[in-house]
T-cell receptor, first 116, second 109 residues
Framework: DAGVIQSPRHEVTEMGQEVTLRCKPISGHDYLFWYRQTMMRGLELLIYFNNNVPIDDSGMPEDRFSAKMPNASFSTLKIQPSEPRDSAVYFC??????????????FGSGTQLSVL | KQEVTQIPAALSVPEGENLVLNCSFTDSAIYNLQWFRQDPGKGLTSLLLIQSSQREQTSGRLNASLDKSSGRSTLYIAASQPGDSATYLCAVKGNQFYFGTGTSLTVIP
């Protein structure tokens, strides 16, 4: 398996523009997580899905952020409109399930977002 | 809310030295703890996962221990190498994963 695949690797956009980040989890993994990493706040959970259903979106900063998982092999994180304070590295991660080693988190390479 | 702390924030050691990285957490009601490695500009790589019922896990030169009652975990790296230079993060699983801010390790040749 190629691992968790994220695109794009880098995104530079201007304030007010819509940004869409993409993630393909590992095949067979039931859980998908979106994280944001900044120097100030470290790694923060934004939202996670179980079997394509959003379970906890309490980490989504505000209504400008939305996430979808239309099928088991694809998820998007959208920011509209984007603001400079959204600049960060956004990671997608997946895990097989819950309990024992099934909860091992496997991360993608991340999307470096810069909002000018 | 679970608070995860990693001290020191940065560590520099000569090649060949054995070292210990520390992770402490405030709520002992966890399901598991994971240690990750992050290289600059890259994602996180899972190193070890310790279930709440376990005391330690080993993988090669790495050994992670867990003491739930005291809210502590350590990652022991034996015979450090320059390739071990990276940031090491721990994450504890309660209702979600809570991450520490990491220890940046530099191994000097």
């Amino acid at each position: 398996d190629a691992g968790v695949i994220q695109s794009p690797r880098h995104e530079v956009t201007e304030m007010g523009q819509e940004v869409t980040l993409r993630c393909k989890p590992i095949s067979g993994h039931d859980y998908l997580f979106w994280y944001r990493q900044t120097m100030m706040r470290g790694l923060e959970l934004l939202i996670y899905f179980n079997n394509n259903v959003p379970i906890d979106d309490s980490g989504m900063p505000e209504d400008r952020f939305s996430a979808k998982m239309p099928n088991a092999s694809f998820s998007t994180l959208k920011i509209q409109p984007s603001e400079p304070r959204d600049s960060a590295v956004y990671f997608c991660a997946s895990s097989l399930g819950q309990g024992t080693t099934n909860e091992k988190l496997l991360f993608g390479s991340g999307t470096q977002l810069s909002v000018l | 809310k679970q608070e995860v702390t990693q001290i020191p924030a940065a560590l520099s050691v000569p090649e060949g030295e054995n070292l210990v990285l520390n992770c402490s957490f405030t709520d002992s009601a966890i399901y598991n703890l994971q240690w990750f490695r992050q290289d600059p500009g890259k994602g996180l790589t899972s190193l070890l996962l310790i279930q709440s019922s376990q005391r330690e896990q080993t993988s090669g030169r790495l050994n992670a221990s867990l003491d739930k009652s005291s809210g502590r975990s350590t990652l022991y790296i034996a015979a450090s190498q320059p390739g071990d230079s990276a940031t090491y993060l721990c994450a504890v699983k309660g209702n979600q994963f809570y991450f520490g801010t990491g220890t940046s390790l530099t191994v000097i040749p």
